[in-house]
């Protein structure tokens, strides 16, 4: 059983190849369909070899969070091992009990968990059992609302917050409640602070902040005479001159990965960079379909054929010094900018994301955020000790951001950005780009919203339909749920 | 009272115990099916009435449901989605099903004779049909991996191009029925074995006899012999192939483009992954329909000549 976990933390940290896991997996006696469903549980870095192929790969998740291991350093304690089954942490004896659910998987629950660790070693009398990466999270979390098993503390990301609040899977956060655990708005970002509230209750914490910015290897830059570029034409050009002998100039944020919400966080901050809307006003039509929600995919699609024409997934390529550019958000910051990880790291930098008009800047930005579900019953004291979770995890947030997050806690917020730490020096490009980052709405629809503009979109890029027509075909599927949903 | 009465009264009385203890009463079977029978209503009867109730009503599961009508299947016609999922399963259901009347048939005519192996062979085919529906998702997403998958392995070795299966819209239906049927031939094959076996062998004697040879043997003996076979076959199998889901959502997940988004697919996430409950029964209504009607076709097709 070691060996088979040593095996797998090989996989996932990207250390053995797929081919030699399987090799080794076979030699421990592995059957062919276990090795099958581990290899798709890890969803580790799309392929070790480059995919010649029309879409990247049959990618089963795409990896916004990269699939690393976690960096051990000689005087640390042991690594938290990889989590995916709930882990408890705390004394057996300590008062109270409190549940925690994530989306966060690989690296961003590594750090989580480091963090949960140390709240229980400094409040002993608060146990918490904390469950990184659950899959189907949205499903999950509706279902043991239902059915009054859900967690104490839940970290969602701010679109799902309407939703949820909606659907009743939220309970309101009372001022007075907040007050006494300490939590205050003037200590928060006020654009994310925002989001806390729905339809005039509160529901949230927020925890980090995160947008994409441009990842570039400076040495292949170099090589062909070519400057950072900073708008989306000097991108373009850029990755023009680049691609060739087997270097990929770019590749766009999680193609391949379907319909699912994540290439539509991509789309949505390029769309904005062209001044598009995604709903009207009112949220009750969809409103990209336009001249310049046209040519902000035509970009996306012209820049992804000159860049990668074969489509081929890039997380091996980039980590070996072979991709140029490519936009990605701080989550990847412990794979790409760790030698360990990555031979090509000393290579690969960051810088803000390039815009197509620097004086109306636009770059897609999302928000953790805490919540406390509804409970069947409230218990008063697991609810006091959930708030001081909560309020503790958001102050000590500057360990979270080596996750590769933006604390939204501002004290946290402001030591991480002048630390001289590697990691969070790198966090600053991200961060650069605060005051123009934006947000999706949260809307009751979201959720659903995204998937179809994701797959349209992925759609147009990859050549199935035309621009023109998957947008229009977005429009007309959005406007349809709307259209459901709006009763 | 007299003797007459009290005789009729001793004979109603043995009537009745005869009715309920005797051996054509109905009450033995009775008792042995009520245990399936509790199930059946429980778990199937009732779910699918309540299934019509709800399909008139908004219902997301956690608040009351409010009962809107026909509005849900009014929606669900206008809904692209809909439309694109209901087109992948009738395409699906047109490929699959033909391939898994006829390849387990062929199969059966073969290892029904006296073959070498015939065992072997037997078990071979049908040995698939034990696997379940995830696990055949994933063994054959490693076989259609475009780098290290089996198939474009032994592909190449004839000197063939290697195809992306799952991630081309158009090889990915392809993919999916090649896969669903290595998965099911043992099914329709145990059933055809049976049926072949039910034909007396001194037709075919008296037709060879006669002069008949392997294909008209086919035709006027095999085939109307296994015509109550070929319905059941037939009508199984058109309906599984409109349930089909386990394989497709493992393998693809609908994708690449919803080129294999299949209707229950859509029922799921509808149902359960955007909790329209209401909106997910009237879908599943809307399968049933279909459904029904292709199954009274074929029973009017096949089992016409009857």
Sequence with gaps: MDDLRELIEQLSSGRISRREFIRKAFMLGLSASAIGSILAACGGGAGSTPTAGTSGGAASSPSPSPSGSPKSSASAPPPTPTPYKPQSFGSKSAKVKIRYWTILSSVDGIVMNDLVRKFTEENPDIAVESLQGLTDFIQKMQAAAISGTAPDVALVRHTYIGPFALKNVLSELQTTELEEAGIKAEDYYPEVWKFTQFEGKQYTVPLDMHCHAMLYNKKILQDNNVSVPTTLDEWTAVVEKVTKDGIIGYQTFALGAGAQEYLTWYWYGIHKQFGGEMLSEDGTKAAFNTPEGIEAVKWMKDIQQKGNPKNAAITDLARTGKVATWPDGPWISTLYFNPEKSPAAKDIDVVPLPQHDPKHKAVWGQSHQLALPRQQSQDQARREASLRFIEWITRHSVDWAKAGQIPAHNSARQEALQSNDRYLMKLRAWAKQLPYLKFMPIHPAILEIMPRIAANVEGAILGRWSVEQGLKQAENEVNQILARSGQ | ?306
Excluded at chain 2, 15 to 35: K, N, T
Excluded at chain 2, 116 to 127: H, K, V, Y
Aim: glycine share 8%; with cysteine.
């Design chain 2, 1 to 306: 009272m007299d003797i007459t009465q009290a005789t009729s009264k001793v004979a109603k009385g043995a009537r009745v115990r005869r009715l309920v203890w005797g051996e054509q009463s109905a009450f033995y079977p009775l008792i042995f099916m009520v245990p399936y029978l509790v199930f059946f209503v429980v778990f199937m009867l009732w779910p699918i009435f309540y299934g019509l109730y709800v399909s008139l009503t908004k219902w997301d599961l956690l608040t009351p449901p409010q009962f809107v009508g026909l509005k849900n299947y009014i929606d669900v016609l206008r809904d692209d989605l809909f439309w694109r999922s209901f087109r992948n399963t009738v395409l699906f259901v047109a490929l699959n099903a033909p391939l898994s009347i006829v390849i387990p048939l062929g199969l059966a005519l073969l290892v029904n004779g006296p073959i070498l192996g015939r065992t072997i062979f037997r078990s071979a085919f049908i040995s698939p049909i034990m696997i379940s529906v995830s696990t055949v998702g994933i063994l054959w997403t490693w076989f259609y991996n475009p780098n290290f998958g089996l198939i474009n392995y032994y592909l190449g070795k004839l000197g063939l191009p290697g195809q992306n299966w799952l991630s081309q819209a158009g090889w990915a239906m392809v993919a999916i029925v090649i896969t669903t049927v290595w998965w099911t031939t043992g099914w329709n094959l145990v059933l055809f074995l049976a049926g072949l076996q039910d034909i007396p062998e001194e037709l075919y004697e008296a037709a060879r006899i006669d002069g008949a040879g392997n294909w008209a043997l086919f035709q006027y003996i095999t085939l109307p012999g296994l015509r109550p076979t070929l319905l059941f076959v037939t009508v199984t199998t058109v309906i599984a192939s409109f349930r089909v889901f386990g394989q497709v959502f493992v393998m693809t997940g609908g994708g690449p483009f919803d080129s294999t988004r299949t209707l229950v697919q859509h029922i799921y996430e509808t149902g359960f992954r955007y909790f329209r409950m209401g909106e997910a029964s009237a879908v599943a209504w809307l399968l049933f329909c279909v459904v029904a009607v292709f199954t009274l076709l074929q029973f009017r097709v096949i089992s016409e000549r009857q």
